[in-house]
Nanobody, 114 residues
Framework: QVQVVESGGGLVQPGGSLRLSCAAS????????MGWYRQAPGKQRELVAS???????NYADAAKGRFTISRDNAKNTVYLQMNSLKPEDTAVYYC????????WGQGTLVTVSS
């Protein structure tokens, strides 16, 4: 059974940085995409960034220029480097693995506050 587990969330001051990690385990198809989504209180879950197994990345407008997604295929791990964090980045961040099915992680909370 394929699983994904996020880590790296926490409390950070505005302007600070965090690096999220998402590790996938199980029998994972070699062709896949992994992405980060977030859900703020009272809002719908939204895409932050995604990256294919071939290295093609895609970012939401809110993430462009501040966040960087990367992956280590040998480790089945995807990272989200978040810089210049703002209070509006506060949300639960979820990792998703997509092939012909999708697997979600349990989420990790990021709080940006002084």
């Amino acid at each position: 059974q394929v699983q994904v587990v996020e880590s790296g969330g926490g409390l950070v001051q505005p302007g600070g940085s965090l690096r999220l990690s998402c590790a996938a385990s199980g029998k994972i198809p070699s062709i896949n995409a992994m992405g980060w989504y977030r859900q703020a209180p009272g809002k719908q879950r939204e895409l932050v960034a995604s990256i294919t197994s071939g290295g093609l990345s895609n970012y939401a407008d809110a993430a462009k220029g501040r966040f960087t997604i990367s992956r280590d295929n040998a480790k089945n791990t995807v990272y989200l480097q978040m810089n210049s964090l703002k209070p509006e980045d506060t949300a639960v961040y979820y990792c998703r693995l997509s092939t012909w099915y999708a697997v979600w992680g349990q989420g990790t909370l990021v709080t940006v506050s002084s």
